[in-house]
């Protein structure tokens, strides 16, 4: 199990990507993670449940919401559901060719945290995002193309004016391409007992280095990163399938089954046995390994 690129799909001369989950099937996206930031409409369907970088939030129809760069997330809904599910994906390069100041980003676009004063900005964004989706679906011309580039800026111009928040700046470098590189060795590594120092030896850089370079990126040291691919891949092992904890403690790359049960319930605050007893239910059970 990886955490890799989600699959999207584009259309040529336009500046993003975007995805529409197919309505006839379950909403079940594997963890994955994108070099931009990724903005998500929940048009129809249910209760859609979204976890960032091991964070569970429910999503309800009319609810739109943005993930920041490099954040790890995953989806899940029921089958059988009238869905529609609309995102756009955008790179950084295409964000910084337009808005310098978008790689010290934070975005928050959570329904519950709005003011009277963003209501309105929250509102506008479905409308764009609605057009955008729309005019995705027609014959593509320069006309159409012209149509669906405004409403794309001013999409990033009412996240800009209304749902970012800077990050604080720091006496940095930033190379992208040395995180980027080192997130796919450990997404295909974690299960191995891989260590800071090992990764920051194998790309020839100094741990502090790589932690700046990590602290910069994705707000978190490059040990952190490394555990939390492990318990997210710990935590999708318990909801779908019936391995015994101390197999998927091992699968994933923990050095002892208490060092399992230790981070695991300091990330979710119950054990990894509890933890499956009241999630289990709500997702499918792989049943060959009873």
């Not at 209304?162 to 980027?180: A, G, H, K, R, Y």
């Not at 695991?264 to 792989?286: C, E, I, L, M, Q």
Request: charged fraction near 20%; hydrophobic fraction near 40%.
């Amino acid at each position: 199990m990886t955490i890799q690129y989600e699959n999207v799909q584009f259309t040529p001369r336009l500046p993003f990507k975007y995805y529409e989950h197919d309505a006839t099937k379950g909403v079940n996206v594997p963890p994955h993670w994108h070099h931009g930031i990724e903005i998500n409409y929940l048009v129809t369907g249910t209760a859609l449940k979204f976890v960032a970088d091991g964070v569970t939030k429910e999503y309800h129809p009319g609810d739109i919401w943005a993930i920041n760069h490099r954040v790890i997330h995953s989806i899940s809904g029921p089958s059988k559901v009238d869905w529609l599910e609309f995102g756009l994906i955008v790179d950084d390069s295409v964000l910084q060719s337009s808005l310098l100041s978008s790689p010290n980003w934070q975005i928050n676009l959570q329904n519950e945290n709005l003011s009277k004063s963003t209501t309105a900005a929250y509102e506008a964004l479905k409308k764009h995002f609605i057009a955008i989706h729309d005019l995705i679906h027609c014959q593509t011309n320069d006309v159409i193309r012209m149509k669906i580039l405004s409403h794309f800026f001013m999409v990033l111009a009412i996240l800009t004016e209304s749902f970012t928040t800077p990050m604080i700046e720091q006496d940095i470098n930033p190379n992208s391409l040395l995180v980027d590189t080192v997130m796919n060795v450990i997404n295909e590594d974690y299960s191995r007992q891989i260590t800071g120092t090992m990764i920051a030896s194998q790309f020839h850089v100094s741990l502090t280095t790589l932690n700046q370079q990590f602290g910069y990126t994705v707000q978190m040291s490059v040990n952190k990163y490394i555990r939390l691919v492990r318990l997210l891949n710990a935590r999708r092992l318990l909801l779908e399938t019936n391995k015994a904890v101390s197999y998927i403690a091992g699968e994933c790359g923990f050095a002892s089954d208490k060092t399992f049960y230790r981070n695991f319930k300091a990330w979710k605050g119950v054990t990894p046995s509890a933890y499956r007893r009241k999630y289990a239910k709500y997702h499918k059970n792989d049943t060959r390994y009873f």
